[in-house]
């Protein structure tokens, strides 16, 4: 299988595990990615707010270097799948929108989209594309704990999540009891935790967090595997100082879904071990 990569936004910067675990996982799954050279950030909904041509611009381009080489987009971030979807279903659907911004494309960088790529979280991939039946005997270190899994607000757009249900996702839990683990049922797998507005408004994204990590943790689960980068960064990064803002429990470990996929299949052995003294030693 044959994608072009897009590492989703934080990938390289505050979430550089994700970016480092892909290089390994992908050559144990037989994808090959080919890096898009340049690629910018999907807007995480934030560009959109102020100007939403130029992040349809930014995200055309995207899709116009993959359509150039005949791909579909690959990216372990949800965020990134959602608004890419978000974009690409809006310009594949509004031909007088498309020409506009193919105006400035050509302009800007001599490109142009024609609408002939798509948009794969890599957790659609595993399960559609792959399959778990053929994951499943490739597991070297069974993930065994409680784990909840975060899905994020973004992830789940028609069309672009495959048979996985738009409201009530099971994807990653098929895909943890793959792996061994025991997956945990709560509610807050597709709440936002505001990860776009830290900077402006941490004092409610701090308690947004607080309230999907305290969440995971009285469901029973040992750790939180997260689809998005950028909620992983917050969830992982800053619950201290969610728990210091309202008080909650928040003291579980956090990690992505390409690093426990990554560990499951038997690299990076060392962050494994860590990981398993984490879930051991965090906890009341």
């Given at each position: 299988?044959?994608?072009?990569?897009?590492?989703?936004?934080?990938?390289?910067?505050?979430?550089?595990?994700?970016?480092?675990?892909?290089?390994?996982?992908?050559?144990?799954?037989?994808?090959?990615?080919?890096?898009?050279?340049?690629?910018?950030?999907?807007?995480?909904?934030?560009?959109?707010?102020?100007?939403?041509?130029?992040?349809?611009?930014?995200?055309?381009?995207?899709?116009?270097?993959?359509?150039?080489?005949?791909?579909?987009?690959?990216?372990?971030?949800?965020?990134?799948?959602?608004?890419?979807?978000?974009?690409?279903?809006?310009?594949?659907?509004?031909?007088?929108?498309?020409?506009?911004?193919?105006?400035?494309?050509?302009?800007?960088?001599?490109?142009k989209f024609t609408g002939d790529t798509s948009v794969n979280h890599?957790?659609?991939?595993?399960?559609?594309?792959?399959?778990?039946?053929?994951?499943?005997?490739?597991?070297?270190?069974?993930?065994?704990?409680?784990?909840?899994?975060y899905y994020g607000p973004n992830i789940q757009q028609y069309g672009?999540?495959?048979?996985?249900?738009?409201?009530?996702?099971?994807?990653?839990?098929?895909?943890?009891?793959?792996?061994?683990?025991?997956?945990?049922?709560?509610?807050?797998?597709?709440q936002s935790v505001g990860a776009p507005s830290l900077l402006s408004?941490?004092?409610?994204?701090?308690?947004?967090?607080?309230?999907?990590?305290?969440?995971?943790?009285?469901?029973?689960?040992?750790?939180?595997?997260?689809?998005?980068?950028?909620?992983?960064?917050?969830?992982?990064?800053?619950?201290?100082?969610?728990?210091?803002?309202?008080?909650?429990?928040?003291?579980?470990?956090?990690?992505?879904?390409?690093?426990?996929?990554?560990?499951?299949?038997?690299?990076?052995?060392?962050?494994?071990?860590?990981?398993?003294?984490?879930?051991?030693?965090?906890?009341?």
């Amino acid at each position: 299988m044959k994608y072009a990569y897009h590492p989703g936004n934080v990938a390289h910067s505050g979430s550089p595990e994700v970016a480092e675990s892909m290089v390994p996982l992908v050559k144990s799954l037989g994808i090959e990615l080919t890096y898009l050279d340049g690629a910018t950030s999907c807007g995480a909904g934030i560009i959109r707010q102020v100007n939403q041509k130029l992040q349809l611009t930014l995200n055309a381009r995207v899709f116009a270097q993959a359509e150039s080489l005949g791909l579909g987009i690959l990216t372990p971030c949800a965020s990134t799948a959602g608004n890419l979807s978000e974009d690409l279903f809006l310009l594949k659907s509004n031909p007088i929108l498309l020409a506009e911004i193919n105006e400035v494309l050509l302009k800007t960088c001599g490109l142009k989209f024609t609408g002939d790529t798509s948009v794969n979280h890599l957790l659609h991939v595993i399960v559609d594309e792959i399959g778990l039946e053929k994951i499943k005997p490739m597991v070297v270190n069974p993930i065994d704990f409680r784990v909840a899994s975060y899905y994020g607000p973004n992830i789940q757009q028609y069309g672009f999540c495959g048979d996985d249900d738009i409201y009530d996702p099971n994807y990653m839990e098929q895909l943890v009891q793959t792996l061994g683990g025991e997956p945990v049922s709560w509610d807050s797998r597709t709440q936002s935790v505001g990860a776009p507005s830290l900077l402006s408004e941490e004092p409610t994204v701090l308690k947004q967090a607080a309230s999907v990590l305290n969440d995971a943790k009285s469901e029973g689960a040992q750790m939180i595997v997260s689809a998005c980068n950028l909620s992983h960064s917050v969830l992982d990064i800053y619950q201290g100082k969610a728990s210091q803002r309202t008080g909650l429990r928040t003291n579980i470990p956090v990690v992505h879904l390409c690093e426990i996929l990554s560990f499951a299949l038997g690299h990076y052995n060392t962050r494994y071990a860590q990981l398993r003294t984490r879930v051991l030693v965090i906890g009341d």
